[in-house]
């Protein structure tokens, strides 16, 4: 959820459409669930986490659109953890001139 709310920027994302999101990633064959759960699971979050200055969420202006408060201590370990996960690993090739299986 938070990646998409990232990725949605200042402009940010509607309820029903961050509920989506969730409900396409948490979604499975074997663990089926409903988007009426999920979207009551998105409601509670957004409420939790929207209210007081300090807040990771906060309204944008139009009814039922949220986005990240840049402003929050939150925020901003979470950019930090955004960001320790985009550096991807230099993988050393080896030298090995062995046939492969594949």
């Known amino acids: 959820m938070m990646q998409v709310l990232a990725e949605a920027g200042e402009s940010g994302i509607g309820v029903k459409k961050l509920a989506r999101h969730v409900f396409n990633a948490s979604n499975s ?24 200055t300090e807040a990771l969420l906060i309204c944008t202006g139009q009814r039922g659109r949220y986005r990240l408060n840049p402003n929050s201590v939150q925020y901003k370990q979470l950019m930090l953890n955004f960001n320790d996960n985009d550096k991807e690993e230099v993988v050393e090739q080896s030298n090995d001139l062995s046939p492969s299986l594949f």
């Open 29 to 52: 064959f074997f663990e089926p669930v409903s988007f009426d759960d999920v979207y009551k699971y998105v409601q509670a979050f957004i409420h939790r986490n929207s209210k007081g």
